[in-house]
């Protein structure tokens, strides 16, 4: 048992309490906080060692919106870590009800390759906001990425408290033997049923956050150079490799062959006429998952220069349901569109697959954005854009179904890290009160009982 | 049962109970039986626990009333959608959280409120939009042909079907895909559940149970404190989850605390408890065996008398009862009360934390700061200072469990919530594309700078800071509105320039 030491350790820095006090939490806190200044560079070089992630994607999203949810956790910690009093009935009326917010102990993190800080910090300051001790494991596939964190996070923070375990699919699976009172596991479906598994021999309580095919529907009537531009960013942005990115594209004939040249035009704005070139565009994080994309390249009707042997942006037009592309969720620089005839067509498309992460829908028709969200299931949705409600902390972030279990980001992620405990608080006095519920019973003692305890429906007047 | 889960699938896809007219109807059905066939309820019951009309009337009927009346008022606001506060990006673009259903969701009842039990979760299941299948436990087999027989006599047969069987149907039920499984039992069974649920990635509500602890200190009114003990270990026969299951107090009071239950035992059942038509039966042979199996070796301070033929176990105590014994390593679920000496609330703290966290934990003192201190010092599914099982009947807490007690909670507006998808949305103007062209690649200083400006938070804990946020977002958004064709590069360039200025001294 290779980590029971580690979990052991962290189990008993648990029991002590040092990690309940506000001012412990902040300070913990305040130290990421500096971890990400501090390290700017070195996460900037990481990420691009990995997969090549441009500059400001890497400042954007794993400096940047870590930052907003440090500040925000940072600013409202007091406010989330409060007794949140209740409404109470009749019968408790003199009483002290509440919900306390009891962190769960020690709980784990896994993380994944694409956004291998945001996905670990985010839910880590969660973690840590909420009074855990918290063992974090990067993912190994984007190696350096995993070295800066096993090297610097614990000259941040504190070792008895939060620990980082390396290694691959082995490690893993010995790391989940053990137990832990949470599990936050950001990956695919296949390996996410292997962790609930895992957690289920303990009675873990598991948040998920999977992935899936984003299904993006184009209506007839929308402006077509703006979201050719919207789709074209979320698409591309990371090379493809978003669990939100937009997966492909459901829109009829006609808007199709108005959408290609659009988004030809976005992808040469965004990166020039040699997107390898450009140091705004990402590469695939390793030859595994290079490969793996390429093949997915047979498939429709090519309508973007640059192409297979490249890996630049590309867009597929007439793609069939069947074709290899629309098997699998791609994660890479690929686009395709399938036609539909109409928006009904696409809403059946989407609700005859699992439910996926996100759903976008662009349309200058309210109704029709509306139709579409109403009519179908997803974890989020954004209308006439792509990405954009993950950068509202104020919204929860989580998916259904295949697509996972759980929902994080500003305050959700604290309480997703937090037990609810409902607690009342009684008065030692006034039995009085008390002995209609007691035996031996009568119909008169239950008319009583049933006035204080129950709740009637308003039109309905008590009398007590 | 795969054709029965596959009807409701089918039926929850027609999209038959997505309205919420149809919800308050199914719901206003529900109140309806359960008050036109409460006696028949009233006997089902009485059959599997031996339980007294008003007992069972308040047990398992009232609460559930309770819940009818709350979910149908409330549901119209539960189910709307919730607008979210919006950061400078999205102040002009309609940010809300949607409740959509799950799907087809599963409720695995327990034999021990064997009605309620089902019925309280399937409230909240229907009222979030769901099609639920409903399985009650055979061990209540009354209850469970009943429920069989009368909810298809006022619910949508095929939104609602009832399954009935053992442990081989519930196994084969478990194999189909569900959108959420809520079950209520033991641990051991509770792992079994997670374990199918995991293969179709299914979340889950576990409500298992534990020893509950029941502190008593020694500074408090003893007598209260015993009489409410009493009711809430004795009630149902000692088969209640969130039952005291053992008190925690120190040996000085020991003989006061079993002299006070007696007498209101006396109270409560009169002299001969078997005779009372208050005092309920366990529920087969087998729990019978298992209760008495832990009464080997005990000193029994009061009580200890059985009647295998009708499973009658008389309300028992026990005293000085060593952390090591059988009665203290699994949940008693009977009318057998050990204490278990200790010498001061660190000790009863730290008794509680090397155990497993109980569903439910109990303190009785005159001391404030005691109770405050003990709920701080330990973890537990919920908590009553002053009395036992009260917190459960209080719908705006959360009822659930913590570690091996269980996970997710329902009652209330969290049963809506705990089988709803809380579903995020963004919705943005397809024209003022001016915002976006600076997310763009390619990446300039300029938008570099523009992302910082309008995504990061600062930190600060000034008000005046946010005022002036949200009087810049305006201002902003204001002039774009209306000029954005002319003046969106001059304003962005004039906020930009502020922005160098040095605004985040302000800040």
């Given at each position: 048992h290779p980590y029971a030491g580690l979990v052991s350790h962290l189990r008993t820095s648990w029991l002590s309490g040092r990690t309940r006090p506000m001012e412990y939490r902040v300070a913990q806190l305040e130290a990421l906080g500096r971890f990400l200044d501090d390290k700017k560079e070195e996460i900037l070089e990481a990420t691009a060692s990995d997969m090549g992630k441009p500059c400001f994607e890497a400042f954007f999203s794993e400096i940047l919106l870590c930052k907003n949810e440090l500040h925000q956790t940072l600013n409202n910690l007091g406010q989330w870590m409060k007794d949140e009093h209740v409404g109470k009935n009749l019968v408790t009326q003199l009483d002290s009800a509440f919900i306390r917010k009891d962190p769960y102990g020690v709980v784990l993190i896994i993380g994944p390759w694409n956004y291998p800080v945001h996905l670990l910090l985010v839910p880590l300051i969660g973690a840590i906001a909420a009074g855990n001790c918290v063992i974090v494991k990067?993912?190994?596939?984007?190696?350096?990425?995993?070295?800066?964190?096993?090297?610097?996070?614990?000259?941040?923070?504190?070792?008895?408290?939060?620990?980082?375990?390396?290694?691959?699919?082995?490690?893993?699976?010995?790391?989940?033997?053990?137990?832990?009172?949470?599990?936050?596991?950001?990956?695919?479906?296949?390996?996410?049923?292997?962790?609930?598994?895992?957690?289920?021999?303990?009675?873990?309580?598991?948040?998920?956050?999977?992935?899936?095919?984003?299904?993006?529907y184009v209506s007839d009537s929308c402006h077509v150079q703006n979201a050719a531009r919207r789709l074209a960013w979320g698409r591309f942005f990371n090379a493809g490799q978003t669990c939100i990115a937009p997966d492909y594209v459901l829109c009829s004939l006609e808007m199709q062959e108005k959408l290609m040249p659009a988004l030809r035009e976005a992808i040469a704005e965004f990166f020039g006429p040699n997107p390898r070139e450009s140091p705004d565009f990402g590469r695939m994080v390793g030859d595994k998952q290079f490969r793996r994309v390429r093949a997915l390249l047979s498939s429709g009707r090519v309508a973007t220069p640059g192409g297979v042997q490249e890996m630049s942006p590309t867009v597929l037009a007439d793609v069939l349901p069947s074709d290899p592309v629309m098997q699998e969720e791609i994660f890479g620089p690929i686009l395709p569109i399938v036609v539909v005839a109409n928006m009904?067509?696409?809403?059946?498309?989407?609700?005859?697959?699992?439910?996926?992460?996100?759903?976008?829908?662009?349309?200058?028709?309210?109704?029709?954005?509306?139709?579409?969200?109403?009519?179908?299931?997803?974890?989020?949705?954004?209308?006439?854009?792509?990405?954009?409600?993950?950068?509202?902390?104020?919204?929860?972030?989580?998916?259904?179904?295949?697509?996972?279990?759980?929902?994080?980001?500003?305050?959700?992620?604290?309480?997703?890290?937090?037990?609810?405990?409902?607690?009342?608080?009684?008065?030692?006095?006034?039995?009085?009160?008390?002995?209609?519920?007691?035996?031996?019973?009568?119909?008169?003692?239950?008319?009583?009982?049933?006035?204080?305890?129950?709740?009637?429906?308003?039109?309905?007047?008590?009398?007590? | 049962i795969q054709q029965v889960v596959g009807r409701a699938r089918a039926a929850f896809k027609a999209g038959r109970c997505r309205s919420l007219e149809f919800r308050i109807q199914q719901l206003k059905a529900l109140e309806r039986m359960v008050k036109e066939k409460e006696r028949e309820i009233l006997a089902a019951i009485k059959a599997d626990l031996h339980k007294c009309g008003p007992n069972a009337y308040s047990h398992e009927i009232m609460g559930l009333l309770g819940e009818l009346a709350l979910t149908m008022e409330k549901l119209s606001s539960w189910a709307a959608p919730q607008p979210v506060k919006r950061n400078l990006m999205t102040m002009r673009d309609e940010a809300f959280i949607r409740y959509e259903p799950l799907g087809v969701v599963l409720i695995i009842g327990a034999w021990n409120y064997p009605f309620t039990l089902i019925m309280q979760p399937l409230v909240g299941a229907i009222a979030a939009g769901n099609a639920v299948v409903v399985k009650p436990s055979e061990i209540s087999e009354n209850t469970a042909k009943l429920i069989a027989d009368i909810l298809p006599q006022y619910l949508d047969q095929e939104l609602y079907p009832v399954v009935t069987g053992g442990v081989p149907e519930t196994t084969e039920l478990l194999k189909q895909r569900f959108d959420h499984i809520l079950y209520t039992g033991n641990s051991a069974v509770g792992k079994i559940v997670m374990a199918a649920a995991a293969k179709h990635l299914t979340p889950v509500t576990l409500e298992l149970g534990g020893k509950s602890p029941c502190y008593i200190d020694s500074d408090c009114d003893l007598a209260v404190a015993c009489r409410r003990i009493t009711w809430g270990k004795y009630m149902n026969c000692g088969q209640t989850c969130i039952a005291p299951d053992y008190i925690l107090c120190h040996p000085s009071i020991q003989s006061q605390v079993v002299e006070n239950i007696k007498a209101t035992l006396q109270e409560f059942y009169g002299a001969d408890v078997k005779s009372s038509p208050d005092y309920e039966r366990i529920i087969n042979k087998h729990h019978f065996k298992r209760i008495l199996g832990l009464l080997e070796g005990q000193k029994i301070a009061h009580g200890g008398e059985t009647d295998e033929a009708s499973c009658f176990i008389a309300p028992t105590i026990l005293t000085d009862v060593s952390p090591e014994s059988k009665v203290m390593e699994e949940e008693i679920f009977g009318p057998v009360l050990p204490i278990v000496p200790v010498k001061s609330v660190e000790e009863a703290i730290e008794f509680i934390n090397l155990r497993e966290k109980p569903l439910a934990l109990y303190v009785f003192s005159n001391k404030k700061e005691l109770i405050k201190r003990v709920i701080s010092e330990t973890s537990s599914g919920g908590f009553t200072g002053n009395d036992v099982i009260m917190h459960f009947f209080l719908s705006t807490l959360p009822f659930g469990g913590v570690g091996n007690s269980g996970m997710g909670a329902y009652h209330g507006k969290h049963s809506f919530e705990t089988f709803s998808h809380r579903r995020s949305c963004l919705i943005k103007d397809l024209k003022m594309e001016g915002t976006n062209n600076l997310r763009y690649p390619p990446i300039s200083q300029k938008k570099v700078d523009w992302a910082k400006f309008f995504i990061l938070k600062r930190f600060n804990k000034g008000q005046i800071g946010l005022a002036l946020l949200a009087l810049l977002g305006i201002v902003a958004a204001v002039v774009w509105k209306n000029h954005h064709s002319v003046l969106k590069r001059k304003a962005l360039l004039i906020v930009l320039a502020v922005q160098r200025l040095g605004w985040p001294n302000v800040w």
């Open positions: 990067p993912s190994e596939i984007s190696k350096n990425t995993e070295r800066l964190m096993a090297e610097s996070l614990s000259c941040y923070l504190d070792n008895d408290c939060y620990a980082v375990v390396t290694g691959g699919v082995q490690e893993t699976t010995k790391l989940l033997e053990n137990k832990f009172d949470f599990i936050f596991f950001t990956g695919s479906p296949a390996v996410g049923r292997v962790v609930m598994s895992a957690a289920a021999r303990h009675l873990t309580p598991v948040t998920l956050e999977l992935g899936g095919k984003n299904p993006c009904d067509e696409a809403i059946d498309f989407i609700n005859a697959r699992p439910r996926p992460l996100a759903i976008y829908a662009f349309s200058s028709d309210s109704k029709v954005v509306n139709q579409v969200l109403e009519r179908t299931s997803s974890g989020g949705f954004c209308g006439n854009d792509t990405l954009m409600h993950f950068t509202l902390t104020s919204l929860p972030f989580g998916g259904i179904g295949n697509s996972g279990l759980g929902k994080y980001h500003g305050k959700f992620t604290f309480d997703t890290f937090s037990h609810q405990r409902g607690c009342l608080h009684r008065n030692m006095g006034l039995e009085a009160l008390n002995s209609p519920r007691y035996p031996p019973y009568s119909q008169q003692k239950m008319g009583l009982v049933t006035a204080t305890f129950e709740i009637k429906r308003r039109g309905m007047c008590t009398i007590l | -």
